[in-house]
């Protein structure tokens, strides 16, 4: 599951990266936000196959993990092209912080069950 979860998220930077420079309306701040979008679900993904959570807790996250992951996507591909004044970095910050608060709080209480 890790080399799947590996390859696809490679295959999309490679992507994101390929139609930042092929695309002329896809700025470079766009191109870095959904790659940090991408590393980070894959980061995540990745943390949570390999903890020793229970099955339910691991599948409901995935999907979870999954949805916020494509959101953070759009948004990012969606933003502004600039820095100063571009709501779109708060709420992926945000849903970045709601996610690894999810991440740990299953964590503390799946010991505790």
Known sequence: MKKIIFVIALLSLLTN???????P???V???????FAIIS???????????KNGV???ISLTFI???LGITKFLFAVLSLPVIIGNYSILVIFGIIIFEVLTL???QLFSKHI
């Open 41 to 51: 679900t894959a980061g995540l993904l990745l943390y949570l196959v390999s903890t």
């Open 104 to 106: 740990l709080l299953t």
């Open 29 to 35: 701040i766009n191109c870095v936000l959904s790659s």
């Open 17 to 23: 990266a390929v139609s930042c420079i092929i695309l």
């Open 65 to 67: 993990f999954l949805a």
């Open 25 to 27: 309306y896809y700025s």
């Open 56 to 58: 339910a807790y691991k």
